[in-house]
């Protein structure tokens, strides 16, 4: 029972949590495949990787109060090592597939979706431990990490997400220094959740801290995420504006333009399904986005390509729906 109830609570929240960052990412949706991908990574390699680093240092530093011990294992070398193991996926992500991961907002997507799969597996054995303690105990532990901080693993690893998305498309000679930063930030934040938890048993008012710094840095990664998108949907507009007769027409341009989901409606009525609208919404926010990309690298064949399938998908979508017996 407390094997089926742990996987239970675990697999239907980071289900709830990944569903709800999949929504957020409004314009250019990821592709399903690589963000399961990245919730597997963190799920079993990242949590494996982890796990065997952190028994090796366990094993040969040793040091001489049990309290400095647990502040350097859970909050120095853990955190490194276990942001290191979840940022392994995001740095592949980034180098194989870079027209998948274009910018802060994917960053900020795949490090979430990482984040989540290491919580996941973590808390699963967390709470199979805990309820050999019986049922009060259990139910604490759930409340406490899979609720209290359930976010946390996505939120740190965001950082490094977020420093491999503005290295990007970034000229500026320092733009390496981008990913560092991202991913010093993410142990730093995670060390503090740790070493504040940790020193909890010497202090209450730590507890209190722990809370402070988590909902103030989860409070931070939504406002640079609102900005972001934000930034997107002006993007969007500008790239947009010179297609207007091409890619979409002049009243398709006005609706976009007014930010209230016109867009959406004028599209579904013109071909006819919700479907079909969303999709050619998201071809549209791509080609917008692939557009602003060229700008910035000079000239890239592979975005050329992409921008030309975009071009053809969009023709497609909207000849499919005056063919003879379409819905529309």
């Excluded at 940022?87 to 991961?101: C, D, N, P, S, T």
């Excluded at 207007?244 to 579904?268: C, I, M, P, T």
């Excluded at 064949?301 to 969009?314: C, D, F, S, T």
């Amino acid at each position: 029972m407390a094997v089926v109830a742990s996987a239970a609570v675990v697999l239907l929240s980071t289900l709830a949590y990944s569903l709800l960052v999949w929504w957020a990412d409004r314009h250019e949706k990821e592709p399903k495949r690589l963000l399961l991908a990245a919730l597997l990574w963190g799920a079993v390699p990242a949590a494996i990787i982890s796990v065997l680093l952190e028994l090796g240092v366990d094993q040969r530093i040793h040091l001489q109060s049990a309290l400095s011990q647990e502040v350097f294992s859970a909050g120095i070398a853990g955190p490194f090592i276990e942001e290191m193991a979840k940022g392994l996926m995001l740095v592949a992500l980034y180098k194989w597939w870079r027209l998948e991961f274009d910018g802060l907002v994917d960053g900020l997507v795949y490090g979430a979706l990482v984040g989540f799969g290491f919580a996941m597996m973590e808390n699963f054995l967390y709470f199979i431990n805990a309820a050999q303690q019986g049922v009060l105990a259990w139910t604490a532990l759930v409340i406490l990490r899979q609720f209290v901080f359930g976010l946390n693993h996505a939120f740190f690893t965001s950082f490094t997400g977020m420093g491999l998305g503005l290295a990007r498309w970034s000229k500026h000679p320092l733009r390496w220094l981008y990913p560092l930063v991202g991913f010093g930030m993410a142990v730093f934040v995670h060390a503090l959740h740790n070493i504040t938890l940790t020193l909890t048993s010497v202090s209450a008012l730590s507890f209190l801290l722990t809370l402070f710094f988590d909902l103030s840095g989860i409070l931070l990664v939504l406002v640079i995420w609102v900005l972001a998108v934000q930034r997107e949907s002006r993007l969007i507009r500008e790239e947009l504006a010179d297609e207007v007769g091409h890619a979409l027409s002049a009243e398709e341009y006005a609706a976009l333009s007014d930010g209230r989901g016109r867009l959406g409606r004028l599209l579904r009525g013109q071909l006819g399904s919700r479907k079909d609208a969303v999709r050619a919404e998201r071809l549209l926010a791509e080609l917008a986005i692939k557009k602003h990309q060229l700008k910035q690298c000079g000239d890239d064949k592979a975005i050329r390509l992409r921008i030309a399938q975009l071009y053809a998908e969009l023709v497609h979508l909207r000849e499919r729906t005056r063919e003879p017996g379409s819905t529309s």
